[in-house]
């Protein structure tokens, strides 16, 4: 059967390999299934117009940054195409399950689970309601199937299809997935992948590596997981074969971060790492203020972020510190502890974000409970593309942190940020980089040009 697969637009953040859809190419190649990729980002309309026509199931691929964007996509694949059956999948249509269906009225299924073998059961035409994980409309009615399992053993998954996109035109083109699910119970996080840590086995993960250094010519590997290293016997064992390879031209950088505890209670897997090419670790610090730091029930403290840190630094490694502004027990004077925070143990290198809460989660509840929403909850995926790295404006508040002020902390810190990190590299170096300009345009449109007509109670299209 012919499929497309289409990771719609959006506007912010960086473009990387959409492993997702990926994945579910990989799969469906692997039985004789047609497919195309589409990155909105990256295709032509005509390339996108094209994919459509030739398909007999379009899948789209949804976070809840750019469902307001796919709203015009949807609607132009059921004009291109009448006869196509529309799916969504991805982490928005595992929160918003039902709504989906409304936000997005032309659809005709919706996968809440890994879909790699959900599309296969469908590509293959097996009985909609036998396919577990997937809901399906009928007439005015959405129907749930059974929850579907996950994936296990995940080495029975084949690789992403990187021949499927342009690797090369990508941010990030080495990133890979080693790992799904995390164990710990973080608020604010989105489960797709459940709690349960399925990990490859490290001779699948070389065997990925490898494949990506020879066919594909990446020399910078980025591990994308939600926890890398649940299984530290695992990761010392993946280190023991990269090092076997004696590649002298790779870097090695955790891009969805390591959790501070690890690096603590292991000093020597960093050290095991920096060995072999580690260059960059980013850290889920989320706030510094030990009431708000137990709110996210991360279960980590203060000083394990500011050891993680020195363990960090004494390896040369780089690393990135996530900041969110407005989590549960947050308030705007946290914000000087914060700048002093960051002042005293010498950290040059954080980006800040609003918290957001999802379906789903913890922080939804505490949201319902202790907090209020700033928007009807059936209008709520309309503001989440504004949540986001470029994001100014916040969906939720408290009587003791308003949202004014959770704007306005964020942009001090962000403009904290901003000094300390020309402080300690030049401005010069930051306008010289590759990626200023294009982030610098981006800024102007949503920051700027958002800010001022969100003010007026109006959004710039995604
Ligand atoms: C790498 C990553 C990033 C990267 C790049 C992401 C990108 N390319 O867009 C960076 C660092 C830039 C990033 C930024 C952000 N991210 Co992010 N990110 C991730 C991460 C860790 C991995 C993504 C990935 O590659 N997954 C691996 C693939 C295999 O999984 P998948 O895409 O979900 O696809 C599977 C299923 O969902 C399903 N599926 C997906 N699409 C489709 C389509 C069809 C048709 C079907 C049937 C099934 C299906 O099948 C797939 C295979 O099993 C995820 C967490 C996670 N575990 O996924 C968060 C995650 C996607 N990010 C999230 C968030 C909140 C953000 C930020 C908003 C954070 C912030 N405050 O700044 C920004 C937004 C950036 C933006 N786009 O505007 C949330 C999204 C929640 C939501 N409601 O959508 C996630 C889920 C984290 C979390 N656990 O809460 N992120």
Not at 17 to 34: D, E, F, N, R
Not at 308 to 324: C, E, M, R, T
Not at 430 to 439: D, M, T, V
Request: charged residues 25%.
């Amino acid at each position: 059967m012919q499929i497309t697969l289409i990771m719609p637009a959006y506007p912010h953040g960086l473009d990387t390999p959409p492993l997702g859809i990926m994945y579910i190419s990989a799969v469906l190649k692997q039985h004789g299934h047609t497919v195309r990729l589409v990155r909105c980002n990256k295709d032509k309309k005509e390339v996108l117009h094209e994919a459509i026509k030739q398909a007999e199931i379009v899948g789209v691929s949804l976070t809840s940054q750019v469902v307001v964007g796919a709203v015009d996509l949807v609607k132009d694949i059921r004009t291109i195409s009448p006869r196509a059956k529309i799916i969504v999948g991805g982490p928005h249509a595992y929160l918003f399950e039902n709504e989906v269906f409304k936000q997005l009225p032309q659809i005709d299924y919706a996968c809440m689970c890994e879909g790699e073998y959900a599309m296969l059961e469908l590509a293959n035409g097996q009985s909609i309601e036998k396919i577990d994980g997937l809901l399906w409309r009928d007439g005015d009615v959405v129907h749930k199937n059974k929850q579907r399992d996950l994936i296990e053993p995940l080495d029975k998954l084949p690789m992403p299809d990187r021949d499927g996109i342009r690797l090369g035109n990508y941010t990030l083109p080495g990133s890979m997935l080693t790992s799904r699910g995390c164990p710990f119970r973080c608020a604010y996080c989105v489960r797709i992948f459940d709690r349960k840590y399925r990990a490859h086995s490290p001779e699948y993960v070389m065997n990925e590596m490898d494949t990506m250094y020879h066919k594909y010519s990446v020399r910078d590997f980025v591990m994308s997981d939600d926890n890398f290293a649940v299984d530290v016997n695992r990761a010392y064992k993946l280190a023991d074969m990269i090092e076997k390879k004696n590649w002298k031209d790779i870097t090695i950088g955790f891009g969805n971060g390591l959790r501070v505890d690890l690096i603590m209670r292991h000093p020597d897997l960093i050290k095991r790492y920096a060995g072999i090419g580690l260059k960059s670790v980013s850290l889920g610090v989320e706030s510094v203020i030990e009431d708000v730091l137990d709110a996210t029930m991360k279960d980590i403290t203060r000083d394990q972020i500011n050891g993680a840190i020195s363990i960090l630094k004494k390896h040369n490694i780089n690393y990135f510190v996530y900041l969110q502004v407005g989590l549960p027990n947050d308030k705007y004077e946290n914000l000087r502890t914060t700048k002093e925070w960051a002042k005293k143990e010498g950290i040059t290198n954080f980006s800040s974000a609003l918290t957001t809460p999802y379906p789903k989660t913890p922080l939804w509840e505490y949201v319902e409970k202790h907090g209020r929403f700033l928007y009807p909850k059936s209008e709520i995926h309309k503001h989440y593309p504004w949540h986001n790295l470029m994001n100014v404006f916040p969906v939720w508040d408290t009587k003791e942190f308003p949202a004014e002020k959770r704007m306005r902390a964020l942009t001090e810190l962000r403009y904290y940020a901003a000094r300390r990190l020309v402080g300690s590299i030049g401005i010069l170096a930051i306008l010289r980089h590759p990626a200023f300009f294009e982030w610098f345009i981006k800024w102007l449109r949503y920051a700027v040009l958002g800010r001022m007509l969100r003010l007026k109670g109006r959004s710039p299209k995604p």
